[in-house]
């Protein structure tokens, strides 16, 4: 995974700083490994997780950013457009065949890059909304979102609590925050973060934790953070506070075999490609397609096809992500 230092759009780059979310020293994975979809390297069928529902589809409505974080999965920045902006008509699209295809899908999410570069963004919030289902939106708060303040306190007049934004924040301290996403991003995400919460809008935290800090004192680490201020948000609540596990894709894991979910007592339900799909348009596509998850855009095997109808089979956990992020941190992004 590329390392940069956070960038503001405007701005150059800050050097090649390290972020704080990444193990320093930490063995490196072996390449020989996540190579076959069938088998681990010792010889083990790999785990697949069966697609038990469609509960989530998500939108990655481009890469484009206005900053650059250090350890961006997806790799977002001013520059990076390497998915494009998906367009109204494309989300409409597949909110049309969840509804012909009779899938029980409950929520729509939208991710980015930044969902708010997409000048389309709100006309895609309204048409899922209009649905009748939850519609998460990912966002850093920053300035993209505050360009569109009059037209979300309207989505919220109607839609109420359907309507959910979730901040990135990835520390409760300026300091950690802006070594992972660059000088000056902590005061104005903070900003946007008390608008949205003053105004009265559904709102969560994607948050992170440092590798030597427990998940108790991180989670009181951001209670202190939303009294100061003046957020009534439950950190208790895994969904209005989800702390993100390390997804450094270089770092060494255990692969994920069939007999990983009695050892391990998991359900492969539990893991996010059997409830989730997203769609992507990659650049100069002439066309959207339908990938397992969040967390692999850009791996061509975990390209399920361009409709959901040839989306809802079976995924292979062949990928560092499959075993760190979901299997092994058990965590989603849903």
Known sequence: ?????????????????????????????????????????????????????????????????????????IESSPRNDALSYLSLEEVRGYLDEIAALGLTTEEIGFTGGEPFMNAAIIPMLEASLATGRRTLVLTNAMRPMRRFERQLIDLKDRYGEALILRVSLDHYTQAVHEAERGDDTWTP???????????????????RRLGDESEA???????????????????????????????????????????????????????????????????????????ACTLTPYDPQFELGATLAEALGAVPLNHPHCARFCVLGGASCS
Do not use: H
């Open 189 to 207: 995400a903070l900003a946007g973060l008390t608008w949205l919460g003053q105004k009265g809008f559904s709102i969560a935290i994607a948050g």
């Open 217 to 291: 004192s991180a989670r009181d680490g951001y209670a202190a953070l939303f009294a100061e201020l003046g957020l009534g948000l439950d950190v208790g609540d895994p969904s209005r506070l989800v702390l993100f596990p390390e997804m450094d894709a270089t770092r060494d894991v255990p692969e994920i075999t069939e007999a990983c979910w009695g050892i391990l007592n998991l359900s492969p339900d539990s893991v996010m490609c059997a409830s989730s799909r997203m769609v992507v348009k990659r650049k100069g596509a002439a066309r959207p397609a339908v990938v």
């Open 1 to 73: 995974m590329e390392q940069r230092a956070g960038t503001v759009v405007e701005g150059e780059d800050q050097g090649a700083l390290l972020s704080p979310f990444v193990t320093p020293g930490a063995p490196r994975l072996n390449p020989r490994k996540f190579q076959d979809p069938r088998v681990t390297l010792d010889g083990s069928p790999r785990a697949v997780v069966e697609l038990r529902g469609l509960d989530t589809l998500w939108f990655n409505t481009g890469t484009l950013c206005n900053i650059a974080c250090l350890t961006c999965y």
